[in-house]
């Protein structure tokens, strides 16, 4: 699979941080979904094609770590990298169960996040495209 453009899922209950991490990625060339929960987030990819997704751990509804569970059950290979202002080692050790890329702290800096977001991308699509972080 030749990865062109890739598809970012973006899933925070906070509309602000989802269009600041928007206005991160689309300059950059990517395309971008929006999910305010997981609930939404589940549904996004069960019907579209996404690449990779950037989940917020605390949200109503469903937590990121649920998010994260139940998108592992059709999709295990899609790279998830978990967001979080409140993380711990119990925190790190259930996200490395669910098989989590990464887990970054909020706030997290641009070059961190589209750090991983590359990491991510070239690890599981053999991604090669360069952009500035």
């Known amino acids: 699979m030749v990865l062109r453009t890739p598809r970012l899922l973006i899933t925070d209950d906070d509309a602000a ?22 609930e939404e987030a589940v549904q996004i990819v069960r019907h579209q094609e996404v690449h990779l997704v950037l989940l917020d751990v605390h949200m109503p509804k469903l937590t990121g770590l649920e998010v994260l569970r139940l998108l592992r059950e059709f999709n ?23 098989q989590a890329f990464s887990v970054l702290p909020k706030p997290v800096s641009t070059r961190q996040l589209t750090g991983a977001v590359c990491q ?7 991604w090669s495209e360069d952009f500035i972080s």
């Open 76 to 98: 295990s290979l899609l790279p998830i990298i978990l967001l979080s202002a409140g993380w711990d080692e119990r925190l790190l050790e259930q996200a490395r169960q669910a």
């Open 17 to 38: 941080f989802r269009e600041t991490l928007r206005g991160v990625f689309e300059p950059r060339g990517f395309q971008t979904l929006l999910a305010a929960d997981g």
């Open 120 to 126: 991510a991308l070239k690890q599981t699509y053999n």
